[in-house]
């Protein structure tokens, strides 16, 4: 399936895609003030805003009818993009652990290159998993926490978020095999 045919242009102007769009624009932004100190109030409320939109680009698309290809595709990409870029920072400036930062890009990567994989070989673009959503959720908490009170907020949210990310992880795993093992 070439890229040109997942796209339709007035897509771009579905106000659930251009709020989409609006996250990956304010994460330049959001990242400069995660990494000052003395910006941090601003870091918070651009993290916030930026997570805002992404509660509500899902349920206007649905309400208005324009659940769209490019949505489908854009929205998971910016969430795991704001969510990552969120926990370098934190672990350069807010004593976020290491680990949980490799670990988040690893699942990351690897759900976005088996949705590649799938979307090239089986023409079909895969639905955000409801542990994937509530991980997405669980780690925005977990960043807010960090930056507004370092590890002593963050760390115990942290490891109540490591239970749906766990599932996540196991749950995109075996909707990937499922999905390569069906013949069509």
Not at 28 to 55: E, F, G, K, S, W
Not at 58 to 66: H, L, V
């Amino acid at each position: 399936m070439a890229f040109r045919d997942l796209i339709q242009p007035r897509e771009l102007l579905y106000p659930s895609n251009l709020l989409t769009i609006s996250r990956l624009l304010l994460l330049p932004a959001t990242i400069y003030y995660m990494q000052r100190n003395d910006r941090r109030q601003r870091a918070l409320v651009l993290l916030a805003l930026t997570m805002l939109t992404d509660a509500l680009d899902g349920p206007i698309a649905r309400r208005r009818g324009e659940v769209s290809k490019l949505g489908q595709i854009l929205d998971p990409i910016a969430d795991k993009v704001l969510i990552d870029s969120a926990a370098v920072m934190l672990s350069r400036t807010r004593g976020f652990p290491w680990w949980a930062t490799g670990l988040l890009i690893f699942r990351d990567v690897g759900i976005l290159l088996a949705g590649f994989v799938v979307l090239r070989r089986k023409a079909h673009i895969t639905t955000a998993a409801s542990s994937g959503k509530l991980t997405t959720l669980a780690m925005t908490l977990v960043a807010l926490l960090y930056l507004a009170g370092g590890p002593r907020w963050g760390k115990p949210a942290l490891y109540a978020a490591l239970i749906p990310f766990g599932f996540s992880f196991v749950e995109y795993g075996w909707r990937f095999w499922k999905i390569m093992c069906t013949d069509n």
